[in-house]
């Protein structure tokens, strides 16, 4: 029912910034982003309902920010004062709970790196 692809990562110094995207081909109730850096478990970073609700990781709040674009299809990441603590793949995913767990997510898109060097 629902595709998702990412689009936006990079490779940016210390204190810069990128814009993740997330394409949706579907209908989705919770749009959300995860990321696993090498050797580390896969973490929530930010979430999005539909009815505006978002939840945001202690390590990224006031940084990122997570929003819809206006036809509801595409969901941004804007990530601010990237440090290299943020370097890992970055996941969207879509379910139909706002949750910090990735398990709440049923659809899951393929990932796009961010490299944030010191």
């Known amino acids: 029912q629902v595709q998702l692809q990412e689009s936006g990562g990079g490779s940016v110094q210390s204190g810069g910034s990128l814009r993740l995207s997330c394409a949706a081909s579907?209908?989705?109730?919770?749009m959300a982003w995860f990321r696993q850096a090498p050797g580390k478990e896969r973490e929530g970073v930010a979430g999005?309902?539909?009815?505006?609700?978002?939840i945001y990781s202690d390590s990224v709040r006031g940084r990122f920010t997570i929003s819809r674009g206006d036809a509801e299809d595409t969901m941004y990441l804007q990530m601010n004062s990237l440090k290299p603590e943020d370097t890992a793949m970055y996941y969207c995913a879509a379910g139909p709970t706002l949750c910090r767990r990735e398990d709440a997510y049923k659809f899951w898109g393929q990932g796009t790196q961010v490299t944030v060097s010191s």
């Open positions: 579907g209908y989705t109730y919770t």
């Open positions: 999005l309902a539909r009815d505006g609700r978002v």
